[in-house]
RNA sequence: GCGGACGUGGCGGAACAGGUAGACGCAAGGGACUUAAAAUCCCUCGGGGACUCCCCGUGCGGGUUCGAUUCCCGCCGUCCGCACCA
């Protein structure tokens, strides 16, 4: 056969062709096979994509392709987030409607998709703006409504003033909105919530199980829900005349045992002690309409200024009888505890902070042990350490440790019936409601005769209309003529329908259940959601370590509770891979230029290629159209075919940190594919037949035989751990001990070398074929291999090839390398001793010192103690 | 501020579980082949020196050990998450 050079663009297409007539990727539903379903977080589809967004596909199709391999009944699917925010600005800014925009980038975004080779099973397919998918999220979510999990309250809410619409906390960064970056307003307004609050315990307990995600996710969780146990009681009030008022204050705190070194108590701007005395006192409804303009914004908190206003109330200490002055405080968050505390300065920066700026006591009440005495300055004294510290000043606490104390006080305000344990997280309900169109309707009406009623299941789905108009800020399914009004399904009165929407998380906290059994009539049909999941590998980018990870973990509980499927958790394997970045450049006028603009001289430098000029360099960065350092799919393909692409986003940089997109890496790979061919075309002109396997094998060929069957194993174990890089450079170093062999043969080789270079090519192939399965297809039909590769199973390692029977020993002379000594790999002790005493340099370095200790590792080293 | 992760050649990175530091790739330099180029192949590639050999070297300073990139203590730096959560 002559060699040619491999073409990828002939190639790929073919195979890929081929896999879809034969319907190679397909998963299938009861089979006798163990399941694996590997998932990557499906995508959002705004239009074209680039090389970035790839990377976790390939790596996931990597994981599905080497499963199938090993013999297990694969899913892997792919789908669409496609409701969301960008369709309706087309919309208002080009005047394309969302339904039309987000099918045509759908299309689009598939088609780029295909000329990936992903193993994916296409015929599970879905979208979440399709009416198929939202009408069971519908459903879904009456019958949650059905079991309490959802409720409808008024509650204070992040309003981002750019895009109309209320965010959920986890969607405000810094003070701004997630997607518009507008500083988010507070609002008082009705909202539909999810209570995932509910299952806080649970989801923090069970992250306990998830053995198979990322610390750093897990520990993000955590912190997530925050939970702390503490004690919520309440303080008698006097006015400043000191007469009792009808109302007490209650607070909640994790530090009851510093209760005799409180010396203040404050409420949150928004608590309704603080709403009722603005009614009356304009000092403090100035300072709440200070806080409520200040917001949540990042400036704020930087700021983070202590300030506060005297009520001109006191709260009586419940032992001492003491009057505590009550302030209205900007620290004081009303979403947490009761929005209520009283302040220790002595332990508690804040407090500290505020008492000094007020001049108000501070009395330490717990001090280490050897320093009774403690003053405290600046900084307060947070040590609660079991045995180090007691209490002081404390009266009947005096001597106890931290624990202990709070154990008392517990106790004795509990038995006094002003106080409860209590368990808080800093977990809030998940409010969803958003006024925009291009969602998930709510199926709720609202009736001035019944209040609110769920649509019936047989009323549903409530379809979004298609005549929606976008010309005017605000919620287009408010603004519609007919849309909202309809008929109460309790009483047949006239109703509205609620008009919006809901959060585009919610969509996505479900998806990875439909894939099992897409076409189900119901939500889900349980019997297949439990015969699928859980997802044995999601990957995804980090950022959804807290959102959507944790709204599906919710999901699930809440879906087994209304009787869809009996799974504990969503995902048993987590992998958070990196982006690709990509250097950035600018022409002289600082606009920012594609990668295609500029061109990198011999000497290093770069210019614009239209004007000649310099360009400006910026370091590498997540690819973004903003900043224009983007590289189509398209062109990468022409030139270097999709498996080059596939094998240099996997290749040195650790699959779970960002890694560069360069321009010679590409080339690097494609160099590799080229190689691989050319080698695969040399052996079958060499040895153009399969060979049986010879009785016996030559030190070379049996050398060969031995790398090939070590890289079965490494990769093997390589790709389990999705450790990428290291697979390839394991079949790096393969493939050049391959060509080495090749380049050294005269002549035609024995038997025994033929045999061991066509297993080579073999293995080659078939290691690397999750990796850039198109060349391996490819390969394999050349080499005359049996059926697609793809179906093919995974090359064994044989046992007796991964053991040497002659090893290196490297030999140390007092911890440092002097020499190596080939030895047997079963020699014993005493001969390794003898024979590295022998060696000149050991000599050497010993000089005229006599061996003091000699040290032998069994297959890994030797260290003379001289 | 709190919590976490990480610091290895010019670059990305490797090094099982304390045992030859720098695998593999990229870049660079030299050579072969060619009329020439591309492609390919071979060699060099942490620093230094008296260069078949030796010294230094995994952010810095200590420690444990026969032996430390790996374990411990203390610094310095970078990145990430949370950010008034009582």
Redesign the pocket.
């Known amino acids: 056969m002559a060699i040619e050079r491999y073409n990828p663009r002939r190639t790929e297409a073919r195979w890929q062709r081929v896999w879809d007539e034969r319907e190679v990727f397909k998963a299938i539903d009861e089979d006798p096979r163990p399941k694996y379903y590997v998932l990557e977080m499906f995508p959002y589809p705004s239009g074209k994509i680039h090389i970035g967004h790839g990377r976790n596909y390939v790596m996931g199709d990597v994981v599905a392709r080497y499963k199938r391999a090993k013999g297990f009944n694969v899913l892997h699917p792919m789908g669409w987030d496609a409701f969301g925010l960008p369709a309706e600005n087309a919309a208002i800014e080009r005047g394309i409607h969302p339904k039309g925009w987000t099918y045509d980038n759908i299309a689009a975004m598939r088609e780029q998709l295909k000329l990936l080779g992903l193993s994916l099973d296409w015929s599970r397919e879905l979208a979440t703006c399709d009416p198929a998918y939202y009408s069971r999220q519908q459903k879904l979510f009456v019958k949650m409504f059905e079991a309490g999990l959802v409720e409808r309250r008024t509650s204070l809410v992040n309003w981002d003033p750019v895009d109309n619409t209320v965010l959920a906390?986890e969607q405000v960064?810094d003070g701004r909105g997630w997607r518009s970056g507008a500083v988010v307003e507070k609002r008082e307004l009705a909202q539909w919530f999810f209570k995932i609050t509910d299952f806080a315990d649970d989801l923090l307990d069970a992250i306990g199980t998830l053995d198979q995600w990322p610390?750093?996710v897990r520990?993000?969780q955590r912190?997530?829900i925050?939970r702390?146990e503490?004690l919520k009681f309440s303080f008698d009030l006097v006015d400043g005349e000191g007469v009792q008022m009808e109302e007490n204050l209650t607070v909640?705190?994790?530090?009851h045992d510093t209760i005799f070194g409180a010396s203040f108590c404050a409420v949150?701007p928004d608590h309704p002690l603080a709403k009722d005395l603005g009614a009356r006192n304009e000092e403090i409804a100035q300072f709440r309409r200070d806080c409520a303009a200040l917001g949540?914004s990042e400036e704020?908190?930087e700021r983070?200024e202590?300030r506060g206003v005297a009520t001109g109330l006191y709260a009586v200490h419940p032992f001492t009888g003491a009057r505590l002055p009550v302030y209205v405080a900007?620290?004081?968050?009303m979403?947490?505890?009761?929005?209520a505390?009283f302040g220790c300065p002595a332990h508690?920066?804040?407090d500290l902070d505020f008492a000094r700026k007020y001049g108000l006591p501070v009395l330490p009440v717990v001090a280490p042990k050897d320093e009774p005495d403690l003053e405290v300055g600046d900084e307060a004294f947070t040590d609660t350490e079991g045995d180090a510290v007691r209490l002081v000043n404390s009266e009947f606490l005096d001597g106890l440790s931290v624990p202990d104390a709070k154990e008392e006080i517990a106790r004795r305000m509990e038995a006094s019936g002003r106080a409860e344990r209590k368990v808080?997280y800093?977990l809030r309900d998940w409010g969803i409601s958003r006024q925009r169109y291009w969602g998930c309707p709510i199926p709720m009406v609202h009736c001035d005769h019944c209040g609110i009623v769920p649509v019936p299941e047989d009323q549903l789905p409530i379809l979004l209309p298609d005549d929606a108009t976008f010309d005017r800020p605000g919620n287009p399914l408010d603004h519609h003529p007919t849309w909202k009004d309809v008929s109460c399904p309790k009483c047949g009165g006239a109703a509205r329908r609620e008009t919006d929407t809901m959060d585009t998380f919610v969509d996505s906290s479900w998806y990875f259940a439909r894939f099992a059994s897409p076409a189900a009539d119901d939500v889900v049909d349980s019997a297949l959601m439990d015969a699928w999941l859980p997802v044995d590998q999601y990957i995804g980018g980090?950022e959804h370590a807290?959102l959507h990870l944790l709204y599906s973990r919710f999901f699930t509980r809440a879906m087994g509770r209304v009787g869809f499927g009996a799974i504990r958790e969503p995902f048993k394997g987590l992998f958070t891979q990196g982006m690709i970045t990509h250097e950035t450049y600018r022409d002289p006028d600082g606009r920012w230029l594609f990668p295609e603009d500029v061109e990198r001289q011999a000497d290093g430098s770069v210019i614009v290629k239209a004007t000649g000029l310099p360009a400006k360099v910026g370091a590498p960065e997540k690819m973004s159209k903003s900043k224009r350092n983007v590289v189509s799919p398209e062109t990468i393909l022409e030139t270097f075919g999709v498996d080059a692409a596939r094998w240099f986003m996997l290749?040195?940089?650790?699959p779970e940190?960002d890694?560069?997109w360069?321009e010679?890496?590409v080339?690097?790979a494609w160099?590799f594919t080229?190689?691989v061919w050319r080698l695969v075309g040399q052996v079958i002109e060499l040895v153009p037949e399969k060979i049986a396997q010879p009785a016996e094998f030559g030190d070379e060929a049996l050398a060969l035989r031995r790398v090939a069957h070590k890289t079965i194993a490494a990769v093997s174990e390589d790709i389990e751990q999705l450790?990428f890089?290291?697979a390839?450079?394991r079949v790096?170093?393969a493939v050049?001990a391959w060509?080495?062999q090749v380049?050294k043969l005269h002549g035609a080789p024995g038997p025994d070398m033929a045999y061991a270079l066509r297993e080579m090519a073999e293995t080659v192939v078939r290691v690397s074929a999750p990796m850039v399965p198109h060349l391996a297809e490819e390969a394999w039909e050349a080499l005359g291999g049996e059926g697609l590769l793809a179906l093919a199973p995974w090359p064994q390692a044989e046992a007796a090839l991964l053991v040497e029977d002659e090893i290196?020993l490297?030999v140390?002379v007092?911890?440092?390398?002097?020499d190596?000594l080939r030895v047997a790999a079963d020699a014993d002790q005493e001969t390794v001793e003898k024979a590295a005493l022998e060696l000149d340099?050991v000599k050497?370095?010993l000089g005229d010192r006599p061996v003091r200790?000699i040290?032998v590792?069994p297959g890994?080293?030797v260290?003379v103690?001289g």
């Open positions: 906390n960064v610390d750093k520990l993000m912190n997530w925050g702390s503490g909640f705190t994790t530090r949150s949540t704020a908190i983070a202590k900007n620290f004081v968050l979403g947490y505890g009761e929005g505390i508690d920066q804040r808080n800093r980090v807290v290749s040195d940089t650790p940190r890694s560069e360069t010679s890496g080339e690097g160099r080229q190689r450790r890089n290291r390839i450079a790096h170093e050049n060509g080495d380049a290196v490297p140390q007092n911890g440092k390398r002097r190596e340099a050497r370095a200790k040290i590792v890994r080293i260290n103690v």
